[in-house]
């Protein structure tokens, strides 16, 4: 079945320090991907989504191009900041299906 | 918008009680997800609503859960009897379906926990 896989955490970094959250999938169609972001005691928020292969999503400051051939969808940002400390979730949505396929989730801390 | 709404925000009772979680979803949404998260098992779907029908409950752990929508603003998720394994965090979240039906708006939460 469909399936999303993301890299283990805590990952720990400090600030300013370029960042890559890995994201893969397994979907026997074309899904659209996202990246849903959690901030301590919060519910999830989307942060970014693509909807078709070599589509790049965007938003404050991190993206995330969907690439087909190597089925992933990592999570990018040029210079993170102590208030990106958050869980990230990677998901992916297939037309046939009605919910969301998540992943485990990526605890990210951000070292001032 | 005031977005998804849940209450309570936490709650604590003893094992063998009743416990009653509510949503009311973004007005203009007709569908409604609960989930559950644990460190353990992360974040779990419990059951799916479209225009307030139960669409798929294969996610509610046991008979002791149930959850009903009985008009487009308010959504309820009942633990009865409740016990120690059911802490957990429960999310409600809304969609509207096409065009943006993939793109979930997620509550706050309800932190439970079960002595």
């Known amino acids: 079945g469909d399936s999303v896989t993301q890299m283990e955490g805590p990952v720990t970094l400090s600030e300013e320090a370029f960042l890559t959250i890995n994201c893969t999938y397994t979907a026997t169609g074309y899904p659209s991907l996202f990246w849903y972001v959690q901030y301590p005691g919060e519910g999830l928020q989307l942060l970014l989504k693509?909807?078709?292969a070599d589509d790049k999503g965007s938003n404050k400051g991190f993206e995330a191009t969907y690439r087909k051939e190597t089925t992933s969808f990592h999570l990018e940002k040029g210079s993170v900041q102590v208030s990106d400390s958050a869980v990230y979730f990677c998901?992916?949505?297939?037309?046939?299906?009605?919910?969301?396929?998540w992943g485990a989730g990526t605890k990210l801390i951000i070292k001032p | 918008d005031a977005g998804v709404i849940q209450s309570p925000r936490h709650e604590v009772t003893e094992m063998g009680q009743e416990v009653t979680l509510r949503c009311k979803p973004i007005?203009?949404?007709?569908?409604l997800f609960w989930y559950r998260q644990t460190m353990m098992r992360g974040l779990e779907l419990l059951i799916y609503f479209n225009n307030n029908v139960p669409i798929d409950d294969s996610g509610m752990p046991e008979d002791r859960f149930s959850a009903k929508m009985p008009n487009a603003s308010f959504s309820t998720l009942k633990i009865q009897p409740s016990e120690p394994r059911d802490s957990a965090v429960y999310f409600c979240a809304s969609s509207y379906r096409p065009p943006n039906y993939n793109e979930q708006f997620f509550g706050p939460g309800t932190r439970l926990t079960v002595l």
């Open positions: 693509a909807t078709k």
């Open positions: 007005s203009g949404h007709n569908s």
């Open positions: 998901a992916l949505y297939m037309d046939s299906n009605y919910q969301l396929i």
